[in-house]
Each structure stands twice: as structure tokens, then as C-alpha cells.
């Protein structure tokens, strides 16, 4: 499959890792928009937010556990951030496999 997440979980291509879990990898985003911006990815290819099933309750709670854990990781937990979830091409998704963006730090 031509993913470039895919391909980023399975070290096919370099990114910056914040950290990996049994669920998910956390890597910085390669065009950030906030000082710090990561994306929260499973391991799982899941193309787009509507494509989660009744059964991927439990990894959809660890990403947004994970994007938690990251931020506290990054040092933005005291001073905020937001997530963000694109979906489809009307909602600016430019990589279809599902992934939170967690963006923070002082402008
Ligand atoms: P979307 O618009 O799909 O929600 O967000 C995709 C994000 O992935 C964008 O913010 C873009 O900068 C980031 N991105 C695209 N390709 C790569 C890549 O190869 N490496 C990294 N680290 N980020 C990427
Ligand atoms: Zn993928």
C-alpha cells in the first residue's frame, strides 16, 4: 500500500519520533503550523475518521490517550494545546490514514 504513514510505522522513511506505543507512533509534523506540532498515528491503517469500526473502540481511546501522553512529553501540557482531526477531502485531509494533530507551545 502507498502510504507514507505506513511507511513512516515501518521505518521505510525517516521522521522525527516523539514516541511509539503498542497502538500508535508520534512523530513531529514535516510542515508545522503551531511551535509544536505532532501527529498521533496508529499502527493500523484506517484511512479517515469514518472508517472507524465498532471494534476499534479501544484504539481509539489510546490515540487520544497518546496525544495526552506526547504533549506531557513535549512540555506543552501546562500551557495547552489543541487536537485536531481532519476528515476527508472537505475537511483538509491531505494523508488518508487517520491521525490527530496535537499542536502547542507560545507563538
Ligand atoms: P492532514 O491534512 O491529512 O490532516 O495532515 C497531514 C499532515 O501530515 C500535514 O500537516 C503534513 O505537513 C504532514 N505530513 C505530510 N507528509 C509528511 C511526512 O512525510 N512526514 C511528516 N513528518 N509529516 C508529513
Ligand atoms: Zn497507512
Redesign the pocket.
Known sequence: ?D?I??KIIKKEIPADTVLENEHAVVFKDINPKAPVHLLVVPRK?IATLNDVKENDEELAGKILLTAKEAAKKEGISESGYRLQINVGEGGGQEVF?LHIHVMGGSE
Open positions: 500500500m502510504c504513514f505506513c491503517h490514514h
